[in-house]
């Protein structure tokens, strides 16, 4: 049955008979959706299925919970008695998401009527948190509600969204929770826009079972260095700072010079950091255990070459921050040896190339058991050339790798919204041929990038090899990925421009 729910088979499974039907409740009915804006006992889900509810989704405007009194209460339909002993009768209920609150938020009261409920575990907010009608009050003083010990609270929002990022509310709410030590002795998994991460109390806290911590956005003024931020975080094993190069914050900075302490996540497994600075001394002590390394930008550099995306980029004050071949050299020098690194992603720009190719020589004597590469590779302005024989070349040593992703930024690679042609297509595959033919015979896949419209997908190719070392690898291509390959990369925007930019065929051709 579980094998069936995702192909959308289990429910006409389950009309076949009263015994088929008993058995797969628990698993059709443990996520359940419920119109937010129509919270009443005609629209609520239906009573018999609450013991096999585990995850609820409330989606749509909030104007129905609130206190009576309140001038948006409404008797017509009549709401349900009370909103919090209907959320007490679900015996297995532990996760909650709340999307698509249409911009206004949540009214207070079924916030804390929601993170109130004894049993939660996980809170998902797709929106924000609260509604503007009541927190730009004059009145409005700190929470008070009782909260359970949370295990996982996320936020998502818009990456893109315009000023002012960090609103009221959000900053209102999280600074709230993560300020109480029921809340700092439980979470494990915390996932913010960064304006809104309550950095006071991560800093003046301790965070014993904090296992995922991931931010995105920009960074406040004035942010100290990182690690004084997250230093009382010790079973940390996976941090994510995506973090957009803003003109009051400049790169991501970990430690001040000189910094000589211990690392303080000994368990740390999986690291992204954009906007990087190659001479922090943070990189000079990462931890052995390391799985994955990313180092980027965010948003993608891809991002500014376009007259419609970077219009947005102006817009939010962003400016990109991208490290040069030299500088990236420096940055893995200063890495040292990872044994046991599996998993590494670069962007970078070619700034001569003798460091370029240092830079791919350089990969595989540092980190020698890679499974997985990701290069976003820039080239050097005016140059045309994209040297995939000598990338291929220097990625040789790697005995281990299976797929190789790269972003090859060819001179005639059409707009992202322009037509795709034969001639990039055989462009395409003869980059992917090449690079077959000198990688190590372990990869299974070359995976190039395609930007089309505002979705930039990975285009898979596999790799067939025939019996005999000198036999020229056969590759082909499906639309549908094998199972453990990324499909798409971060999406851009869409083609229309607010600010007007037109949409040309192709990309600037001094490139």
Known sequence: MEWLRPRHQLRNLSCTCKYVRSLSLPILFRACWVDSSNITRDHFTPRHLWPHVQHLFFHGEWYDIVREGDPRYRM???????????????????????????????????????????????????????????????????????????????????????????????????AYLAGLPVVQGSLEVLELPSEVAPYTELASAQWPRLRRLELTGELPAGTPPLVGVFG???????????????????????????????????????????????????????????????????????????????????????????????????????????????????????????????????????????????????????????????????????????????????????HSFGDWTEDIENTERDAAAVLAQRLSHSVRAICIMRRRGKNNRWRQYYVTRTAGDDAAPMLHCDQRPEYGLREYDEPGFSGSSRLGFPVTDTIDSDR
């Open 76 to 174: 017509n339909p009549p709401p349900l008695p009370r909103f919090s002993e209907v959320l007490s009768q679900f015996p297995n209920l532990s996760r909650i998401t709340i999307r698509e609150c249409l911009g206004f938020g949540v009214t207070e009261f079924a916030l804390a009527t929601l993170l109130s409920y004894p049993a939660l575990k996980e809170l998902h907010v797709i929106d924000e948190t609260l509604d503007h009608a009541e927190i730009y009050k004059d009145d409005v003083g700190p929470p008070t509600f009782p909260v359970p010990p949370l295990r996982v609270l996320r936020q998502h929002l818009s990456d893109y969204r315009t000023h002012p990022r960090a609103k009221r509310g959000d900053l209102r709410v999280f």
């Open 232 to 414: 009382c975080m010790p079973a940390l094993e996976i941090l994510s700072l995506k973090i957009a190069c803003g003109h009051s914050t400049g790169r991501t900075v970990f430690c001040a010079p000189g910094w000589s302490r211990p690392f303080p996540w000994p368990n740390l497994q999986r690291l992204t950091v954009s906007n990087v600075n190659p001479d922090d001394p943070f990189y000079s002590r990462l931890p052995a255990g390391l799985r994955h390394l990313s180092i980027r930008c965010w948003p993608r550099r891809y991002l500014f070459l376009l007259p419609h995306e970077l219009g947005t980029m102006i817009n939010l004050r962003w400016f990109e921050s991208i490290l040069k071949s030299s500088s990236m050299c420096q940055l893995l020098s200063r890495c040292g040896n990872l044994p046991g690194l599996e998993e590494l992603e670069l962007e970078v720009e070619e700034d001569d190339p003798e460091c370029d190719n240092e830079l791919f020589c350089l990969t595989p004597h540092l980190f020698p058991n890679l499974s997985s590469i990701t290069v976003i590779r820039y080239r050097k302005w005016g140059n045309p050339i994209v040297p995939m024989e000598r990338i291929g070349t220097a990625l040789t040593p790697l005995s281990r790798l299976q797929t190789l992703y790269i972003y090859p930024d060819f001179k005639n690679m059409p």
